[in-house]
């Protein structure tokens, strides 16, 4: 089976697809010139980043059913036209109902399909490397925005903020349509040559179907885990641009920069967080990561300078980035891979409540502090503080459940 398929060359393919549709992460270099130029406020503008995360669970779990369904190559090749036509139709937007249908509906739809159909079916092409593999994958969506955000604001500059999402919009069109081609269903219960699963691996999990996940007592805590993980970097990558220059005068250009090094802290955190992950464990890692989160917040509120910012930006980008690559691969070692898609698309509905209340409180509380992002920052801190406890509480009620289990054995 391993020889009939070159599980690289979907990993590649999916990947280049994530890069089009992870363009919703650079958002921040297109909301201040289409509130400039549509004199629409940026409290209107940002609703359309929230619809487009929030709507996210519909999609990933119809991806996902239909990746577990052997149908992966048309959840990800219809997700990713649909995320095209949804940026090329922002570009004729008339009004924010046109905004909100264009880029929060017909770009949601399309990113949900296309993120969870390649997801699933490469993590299922890769029992071996769990981590890696989702590192890598997830590196597409969150490396998009370091290519989208310069681009971007190319357009921007030397046309408008319209040319710029129907140019955007034609080139991931193409993409997409190329880069389809090269998409495989991963065989049912796929094993690389010389492979064997282990239990530390996840390969001897029991596979449980959705409804056996929601009365599993962990999927609340893996829940709340991702929600409370991904809080920060949805309120960052929707503000990013607008923080480095209400909080930090910068230029719009230098603020750019900034979004895509921001991106590519995402993009490197994915894929070096997984790998870890894959040493220490997936709860280990996680713990570390949302430490770091605390003292890159605090640093953004104690060093008021460009280095302040910059400091904050990768460390928080590198922590989201890990974040998005530890729960695909924690989803499957806990509920098997053979529904994996559908669980995690349930899963995924955490992000979703973070996406709908992070940039909302960010943006809120800088307009009621003449564009000061710091108690935004606090808040983002105390839910990081959240989610270390409740990664404690689930690591505790595992080590409980192990050791019953060689109580029952010894009995």
Same mark, same amino acid.
């Given at each position: 089976?391993?020889?009939?398929?070159?599980r690289? +060359?979907?990993?590649i393919?999916?990947?280049?697809?994530? $890069?089009?549709t992870?363009?919703?992460?650079?958002?921040?270099?297109?909301?201040g010139p289409l509130?400039?130029?549509? *004199?629409?406020?940026m409290? +209107?503008?940002?609703l359309?980043?929230t619809?487009?995360?929030?709507?996210s669970p519909?999609?990933?779990i119809?991806g *996902?059913?239909l990746?577990?369904?052997g149908?992966?190559k048309?959840?990800?090749?219809?997700?990713?036209?649909?995320?095209?036509? *949804?940026?090329?139709? #922002?570009?004729?937007?008339?009004s924010?109902a046109?905004?909100?249908?264009?880029? *929060?509906?017909v770009?949601?739809?399309?990113?949900?399909?296309?993120y969870?159909g390649?997801?699933?079916n490469?993590?299922?092409?890769?029992p071996?490397?769990?981590?890696?593999? /989702?590192?890598?994958?997830?590196?597409?969506?969150?490396? !998009?925005?370091?290519?989208?955000?310069?681009?971007?604001?190319?357009?921007i500059?030397?046309?408008?903020?319209?040319?710029?999402?129907?140019m955007?919009?034609?080139i991931y069109l193409?993409?997409?349509l190329?880069?389809s081609?090269?998409?495989k269903?991963?065989?049912i219960?796929f094993k690389?040559?010389?492979?064997?699963? #282990?239990? +530390?691996?996840?390969?001897k999990?029991?596979?449980?179907?959705w409804? &056996?996940m929601?009365?599993?007592?962990?999927?609340?805590?893996?829940?709340?885990?991702?929600?409370?993980g @991904?809080f920060?970097g949805?309120?960052?990558?929707s503000? @990013?641009?607008?923080?480095g220059?209400q &909080?930090?005068k910068?230029s719009?250009?230098?603020?750019?920069?900034?979004?895509s090094?921001?991106? $590519?802290?995402n993009c490197a955190g994915?894929?070096?967080?997984?790998?870890v992950?894959?040493?220490?464990?997936?709860? /280990?890692?996680?713990?570390?990561?949302? /430490?770091?989160i605390?003292?890159?917040?605090? @640093?953004?509120? #104690?060093?008021?300078?460009?280095v302040?910012f @910059?400091?904050g930006?990768?460390? $928080?980008?590198?922590?989201?980035g890990?974040v998005?690559g530890?729960?695909?691969p924690?989803?499957?070692e806990?509920?098997?891979?053979?529904?994996?898609? #559908?669980?995690?698309?349930?899963?995924f509905?955490g992000?979703?409540?973070?996406?709908?209340?992070?940039?909302?409180?960010?943006?809120?509380? !800088? !307009?009621?502090?003449?564009g000061?992002?710091t108690?935004?920052f606090?808040v983002?801190?105390?839910v990081?503080?959240?989610g270390?406890?409740?990664?404690?509480?689930?690591? +505790?009620?595992?080590?409980?459940?192990?050791?019953?289990?060689?109580?029952g054995k010894?009995?």
């Amino acid at each position: 089976m391993s020889k009939e398929i070159n599980r690289w +060359q979907v990993l590649i393919a999916s990947t280049a697809i994530l $890069l089009c549709t992870g363009a919703v992460y650079a958002f921040s270099v297109f909301a201040g010139p289409l509130s400039a130029t549509k *004199g629409w406020s940026m409290d +209107q503008i940002m609703l359309a980043f929230t619809i487009n995360s929030a709507i996210s669970p519909i999609p990933m779990i119809l991806g *996902g059913f239909l990746t577990d369904k052997g149908l992966s190559k048309w959840s990800i090749t219809i997700g990713g036209i649909l995320f095209g036509l *949804g940026f090329f139709l #922002t570009g004729l937007v008339t009004s924010p109902a046109m905004l909100y249908l264009s880029y *929060g509906l017909v770009g949601g739809l399309g990113q949900g399909l296309a993120y969870s159909g390649c997801l699933s079916n490469t993590i299922k092409l890769f029992p071996d490397k769990k981590g890696l593999a /989702s590192g890598i994958i997830t590196a597409g969506m969150g490396g !998009a925005a370091i290519i989208a955000a310069p681009i971007g604001n190319y357009f921007i500059e030397n046309n408008d903020v319209l040319y710029a999402f129907r140019m955007l919009g034609i080139i991931y069109l193409v993409i997409v349509l190329i880069a389809s081609f090269f998409i495989k269903e991963a065989p049912i219960n796929f094993k690389p040559a010389g492979w064997t699963p #282990t239990a +530390q691996s996840g390969g001897k999990a029991v596979n449980k179907n959705w409804l &056996m996940m929601l009365r599993s007592p962990y999927f609340y805590l893996i829940f709340m885990m991702l929600c409370t993980g @991904a809080f920060s970097g949805l309120m960052i990558a929707s503000n @990013a641009s607008v923080i480095g220059q209400q &909080m930090f005068k910068l230029s719009a250009a230098t603020a750019a920069f900034y979004v895509s090094l921001y991106s $590519l802290s995402n993009c490197a955190g994915r894929v070096i967080w997984g790998t870890v992950s894959d040493k220490l464990g997936r709860n /280990s890692t996680l713990n570390i990561i949302l /430490s770091v989160i605390i003292l890159a917040f605090i @640093a953004l509120v #104690t060093i008021h300078s460009q280095v302040g910012f @910059a400091l904050g930006i990768i460390v $928080l980008g590198l922590c989201f980035g890990g974040v998005m690559g530890v729960f695909p691969p924690l989803v499957m070692e806990n509920y098997g891979p053979a529904n994996q898609g #559908t669980n995690y698309g349930i899963v995924f509905v955490g992000y979703s409540a973070a996406a709908f209340f992070a940039p909302k409180v960010a943006v809120n509380m !800088a !307009a009621s502090n003449g564009g000061d992002f710091t108690k935004a920052f606090y808040v983002a801190i105390v839910v990081a503080l959240v989610g270390l406890v409740t990664n404690f509480v689930y690591i +505790q009620m595992k080590k409980r459940a192990t050791n019953q289990h060689e109580v029952g054995k010894m009995a």
